[in-house]
């Protein structure tokens, strides 16, 4: 994907431009240049049509904030002093943590390398995949480092590496295996074939699964189905089907998306349940809204690189189709989305909107929604996201890590935390495909009546003659 040539010279100004203040609405529509218009309304999140390079400006400071939390050194665990000398394991050594406590090989961070990798092919700006290729250089560097250390003091979960030495869930071998076949695919970084058929063999050979094959864990119940597997797992299958050209890859993609929607989609509300019990299966349902974004976001992954003669293809773009409208639907007025989707009264969360506007953004640029009926939604998504990154790049209002739970209190008080790293790689996907979204040719962004109209250039001219 290259980069529209206006675009780059946009993206040059975007190092003078200031951080955005972060006082709360009401806020006026500068794109309406009657100060005094009567039937112009306040809003409570910035309400206009976004500007590339302060996307761009966002985009770079999460960036920035990411690089310097993510230290790639190896240091004593006792003081912190660095170890120098490479060629016999120490058992205290341990990788270094910025403030945030960021993991370099955490889930969340595999979202993170999707979201430089994207950013860097929409702004044509390399220090995006830099940050990429530092991290995947200092895990080809240091994997040998720390597998003689496990192997001498067998410290198992104590090991730094212990995702990559010894994978026990999706959640240690999926986000990341999908994300090293990415950048391996776009020729990020050094050769790490060896690891990918570590993760990749666990995600689609040793991970548990119900007898009809879909992807389960043994908690909180012995049989238990979550709508955050959907991303943990399917996508890496999906990665695994381009690298390799298996079909047999592609065929277990589909099967766990349509299979995992069997179990968890509620046709009622076109939502995804958080998650579903083999001995409760009729257990009332508790719509968190980042368990939507984990679907929507895997269903979306999938689409990109599945072949479009596969059967799958078009079941799956119903029902990616069908979400969006769901999710959609529940757009808060302040243009996020609440924590529990279904529920006004949970609180706003960072997150799941980054998640939802990078989907909805992604499928109208790639036609598979329509522009007419959901680019506002994900421009005023964007808007409101936008307010979320401070000064420093942080990413504020993010869910901390939950688990599938059974009642709405504990879903409500989840905390929030700027340390929670499931917000940025969102954010960074979302805000790299708002600017693909307002550089789309296909259609025009019109400011009429107050507010905006994605129009398709070849959808027929429109006309408000009859408008006072």
């Not at 004593?76 to 993991?103: I, S």
């Not at 776009?186 to 699964?209: E, H, M, N, T, Y």
């Not at 939604?377 to 209002?397: F, Y």
Request: glycine share 8%.
């Amino acid at each position: 994907m290259q980069p529209p040539t206006r675009l780059l010279a946009i993206l040059g100004a975007c190092a003078c431009l200031a951080a955005p203040a972060h006082a709360d609405g009401p806020y006026r529509n500068p794109d309406n240049k009657n100060p005094n218009d009567p039937a112009e309304g306040t809003y409570p999140v910035p309400y206009k049509k976004p500007v590339a390079a302060e996307i761009a400006a966002s985009l770079q400071r999460i960036r920035d904030y990411l690089d310097s939390e993510t230290p790639t050194r190896v240091v004593h665990k006792a003081g912190g002093a660095p170890v120098t000398d490479f060629r016999e394991p120490a058992a205290d050594a341990v990788v270094a943590t910025g403030d945030a406590g960021f993991g370099l090989q955490a889930y969340e961070m595999g979202v993170v390398h999707a979201g430089l990798i994207e950013a860097a092919a929409v702004t044509g700006d390399q220090r995006y995949t830099a940050l990429t290729e530092r991290h995947f250089r200092f895990f080809a560097d240091r994997l040998p480092y720390f597998r003689a250390q496990e192997q001498r003091f067998h410290l198992e979960r104590a090991n730094s590496f212990a995702h990559f030495l010894d994978p026990r869930a999706l959640d240690d071998a999926g986000s990341m295996c999908a994300a090293m076949m990415r950048a391996r695919h776009a020729g990020i970084g050094p050769d790490l074939s060896a690891q990918i058929r570590v993760c990749g063999d666990w995600v689609a050979k040793r991970q548990f699964r119900l007898p009809d094959g879909t992807f389960a864990r043994r908690r909180p119940q012995a049989m238990s189905v979550w709508a955050d597997d959907m991303y943990m797992g399917i996508p890496a299958l999906a990665e695994l089907g381009r690298m390799t050209g298996e079909r047999a890859y592609f065929d277990d993609a589909v099967k766990n998306v349509l299979q995992m929607t069997g179990y968890l989609f509620d046709p009622r509300t076109n939502l995804y349940t958080h998650g579903w019990n083999a001995n409760n299966p009729d257990a009332p349902h508790f719509y968190w809204a980042r368990a939507n974004g984990w679907a929507v976001l895997a269903m979306s992954d999938v689409l990109d690189v599945l072949p479009k003669d596969h059967p799958g293809y078009p079941r799956i773009m119903a029902q990616l189709q069908r979400t969006l409208r769901g999710i959609a639907e529940r757009q808060s007025g302040a243009g996020l989305w609440h924590q529990m989707i279904d529920r006004d009264d949970s609180y706003l969360e960072t997150s799941a909107s980054a998640m939802f506007v990078y989907v909805l953004a992604h499928a109208i640029n790639e036609g598979w929604i329509s522009p007419t009926t959901y680019g506002s939604i994900a421009q005023a998504g964007w808007n409101a996201l936008s307010a979320r990154v401070d000064a420093q790049g942080k990413v504020e209002g993010t869910c901390v890590g939950t688990t599938f739970a059974s009642d709405q209190v504990y879903y409500y008080n989840r905390p929030t935390s700027t340390a929670a790293l499931h917000g940025y790689g969102p954010m960074l996907l979302a805000g790299a495909e708002m600017i693909r979204l307002l550089e789309n040719p296909a259609f025009e962004i019109q400011y009429r009546v107050r507010t905006y109209h994605y129009v398709p250039k070849n959808g027929g001219a429109t006309s408000y003659r009859e408008h006072p």
